[in-house]
């Protein structure tokens, strides 16, 4: 509350406190005819500009001549200024929240707009964020749609990759000798067994409670020597979980916490399956031991029968 003695008047008080920091301040006799008190902390009247003592710092405590002039000179400041709302309707200053699930009006003195200038906008102060609108999916107001028209561009880059996957897979099993599938069941229980003697894993894990896997990253996810190994898992962790500790065996980068865009996630693609997996899938009714699951980049988010293997 503390001012200068040659600032504006303030909007709060009638009077103002004169600046105690003022070297040459050495105090004032209170101007009240009764009082003429030495004051060294005095109050000036910002009606009658007079200078007063603490207890006759106020219109009434001094009987100030010009009471009310201060009230008066406010009041006019305050016509003279224009409103927010001043030449609009009611219609226009008040609104729905931009987000289709929100009935909340704004633009009223309880809930103000918050406008976002990335969507060009207008939401209430829950959904003022970007994360909580989903700003990043919606078109800006007034922008090209053929600009942000990237959903298409995406799937088209997914399936790209895929089918480069897939190629290089057929690729190396032209150059190499053709293996035999285990059609029987005699015949997979071998292979079974056979992955079971070269997987890695935690040794804790009881046996009873383990799902064996070949594990394979993309040629263009993976920056290490080790593109493909075997691993068992529990079977009662989700996909998540079994992404994060194969892209660690395999040194592949995993940024999935980090919240980036998309295009730089991994997902988990079931060969047998033909599909991607969900994150929140567990492992026991997703996979069995003897499949196989590939570490892919960029693909998005699963789709179910992504790939018919059958027509590979």
């Known amino acids: 509350m503390a001012s200068s003695s040659r600032s504006d008047p303030p909007e709060e008080s009638t009077f103002t406190k004169m600046d105690e920091k003022d070297p040459m301040l050495v105090g004032e006799h209170c101007q009240y005819a009764y009082c003429n008190q030495l004051?060294?902390?005095?109050?000036?009247?910002?009606?009658?500009?007079?200078?007063?003592?603490?207890?006759?710092?106020?219109?009434?405590?001094?009987?100030?001549?010009?009471?009310?002039?201060?009230?008066?000179?406010?009041r006019k400041a305050n016509l003279s200024t224009p409103s927010l709302g001043a030449g609009r309707s009611m219609t226009e200053v008040e609104k729905p929240c931009a987000s289709p699930a929100?009935?909340?009006?704004?633009?009223?003195?309880?809930?103000?707009?918050?406008?976002?200038?990335t969507c060009n906008r207008?939401?209430?102060?829950?959904?003022?964020?970007?994360?909580?609108?989903?700003?990043?999916?919606?078109?800006?107001?007034?922008?090209r749609p053929s600009r942000f028209d990237s959903k298409t561009e995406s799937a088209r880059t997914a399936f790209g990759k895929l089918k480069a996957w897939g190629t290089a897979q057929k690729a190396s099993v032209s150059r190499a000798l053709p293996k035999p599938k285990p059609t029987s069941a005699a015949?997979?229980?071998?292979?079974?067994?056979?992955?079971?003697?070269?997987?890695?894993?935690?040794?804790?894990?009881?046996?009873?409670?383990?799902?064996y896997l070949y594990v394979e990253a993309e040629a263009a996810t993976t920056k290490s020597k080790f593109p493909e190994g075997a691993f068992f898992y529990?079977?009662?962790?989700?996909?998540?979980?079994?992404?994060?500790?194969?892209?660690?065996?395999?040194?592949?980068?995993?940024?999935?916490?980090?919240?980036?865009?998309e295009k730089d996630k991994l997902r988990v693609f079931h060969v047998e399956g033909g599909r991607l997996l969900e994150f929140n899938e567990k492992v026991g009714?997703?996979?069995?031991?003897?499949?196989?699951?590939?570490?892919?980049?960029?693909?998005?988010?699963?789709?179910p029968d992504l790939i018919d293997l059958t027509k590979a």
């Open 234 to 261: 529990s079977k009662d962790w989700v996909i998540g979980r079994v992404l994060d500790a194969a892209a660690k065996s395999l040194q592949v980068q995993n940024v999935n916490n980090q919240g980036m865009d």
């Open 187 to 211: 015949a997979r229980l071998v292979a079974t067994n056979n992955l079971k003697k070269t997987a890695k894993g935690d040794d804790k894990l009881p046996p009873e409670k383990r799902v």
């Open 102 to 117: 929100c009935k909340t009006v704004i633009g009223t003195s309880l809930s103000t707009a918050v406008h976002c200038p």
């Open 285 to 303: 009714s997703a996979l069995v031991s003897g499949n196989r699951i590939v570490l892919l980049r960029g693909v998005g988010p699963p789709v």
């Open 39 to 74: 004051d060294f902390l005095p109050f000036r009247c910002e009606s009658c500009r007079g200078t007063f003592c603490l207890d006759h710092r106020s219109e009434t405590g001094h009987r100030c001549p010009k009471a009310g002039e201060w009230a008066a000179r406010r």
């Open 122 to 143: 207008d939401y209430c102060l829950k959904h003022r964020l970007k994360e909580d609108h989903d700003c990043k999916n919606l078109i800006p107001i007034g922008a």
